[in-house]
């Protein structure tokens, strides 16, 4: 069973950075798409950034073009989030997710049923 894990959020000040890690154990990462996604309190769970498998395509929401920067490194099973110029609206947690689809595909989903395994999330909380 594949299980994902989330690590690096915390509290920091607006304008400052942070940098997240998701951890993939049970099976190898290498043929999926992999994503981020967050949730801030009375939103809906929303797309952040993805990958393709060989990282060779990214994608990112407008609200964290240019801010953010996804990659992986499959021989570690990790994907990282990188995230600079932090926002008060960045706030949420933060979730990992792998794409249902293990196809060496250069596709990148923003839907939430595309992907089938989640990490339980990490807390950004950025300060204004």
């Known amino acids: 069973q594949v299980q994902l894990a989330e690590s690096g959020g915390g509290l920091v000040q607006a304008g400052g950075s942070l940098a997240l890690s998701c951890v993939v154990s049970?099976?190898?990462?290498?043929?999926?798409?992999m994503g981020w996604f967050r949730q801030a309190p009375g939103n809906e769970r929303e797309f952040v950034a993805g990958i393709t498998w060989n990282a060779g395509r990214t994608y990112y929401d407008d609200s964290v073009k240019g801010r953010f920067t996804i990659s992986r490194e499959n021989i570690k099973n990790t994907v990282w989030l990188r995230m600079n110029s932090l926002k008060f609206e960045d706030t949420a947690v933060y979730y990992c997710?792998?794409?249902?689809?293990?196809?060496?595909?250069?596709?990148?989903?923003?839907?939430?049923?595309?992907?089938?395994?989640w990490g339980q999330g990490t807390q950004v909380t950025v300060s204004s």
């Open positions: 049970g099976r190898p990462i290498t043929a999926y798409s």
């Open positions: 997710a792998r794409d249902r689809r293990a196809t060496y595909g250069s596709a990148i989903a923003t839907r939430e049923d595309a992907y089938d395994s």
